[in-house]
């Protein structure tokens, strides 16, 4: 495979992969829409107590409940570009855990060494190189498909300025 417009000739399933809206339609015809609460990520990132409430709210939980855990992110994962660092981090942080070292842990918090360790060592604050030319492309051929998804599920994605790009070249 040459190019990405040759790969995606070659491979149509790889811009077809992008199609939600497919996907959930197969699941709309099975379900009522209102069994389901789909979100949008750029919200879950920015606004975490919203989407607490959202879904509380879509679940039926009591409007006053509030959990303990609220501004907290659980389970934050990285996948590793060195699996031996991340080895060593996971020994250290157990290590400290283990033997109720915690200040140390909250001191490496606070100074930014956990988020220092994440962009670093963390695949996915790598970006793939492709063309402007490229990246247009595949957005040009998702962007129907995605302001019918935002229809289809009432979603607002005015703030998606990425398809200006393509209006704009």
Known sequence: IGSFKEAIQQHPEII???NYLQ???????????GNFLILDYHEISKNNLIIQKKVYDFLGV????????????IGKTIL????VFEN??????EFLKRNKLHSIIKF???????????????????KPRIS??????????????AFKLAETIDLDI????IFNRIDNK
Do not use: C
């Not at 996907?23 to 829409?33: G, S």
């Not at 402007?132 to 498909?145: C, F, N, P, R, T």
């Open 158 to 161: 005015t703030h998606w300025d």
């Open 16 to 18: 077809e992969a992008s």
């Open 132 to 145: 402007k030319s490229d990246y247009l492309l595949a957005l040009g051929m998702v962007k129907e498909d």
């Open 62 to 73: 009591d409007k006053q409940f509030n959990s303990p855990r609220s501004n907290q992110i």
């Open 108 to 126: 490496f918090k606070n100074i930014g060494l956990s988020n220092l360790y994440r962009r670093i060592n963390d695949k996915r604050h790598i």
């Open 23 to 33: 996907r959930l339609e197969t699941y709309f015809y099975l379900f009522p829409q």
């Open 88 to 93: 060593l981090r996971i020994y250290i942080f």
């Open 80 to 83: 590793p570009r060195f699996q």
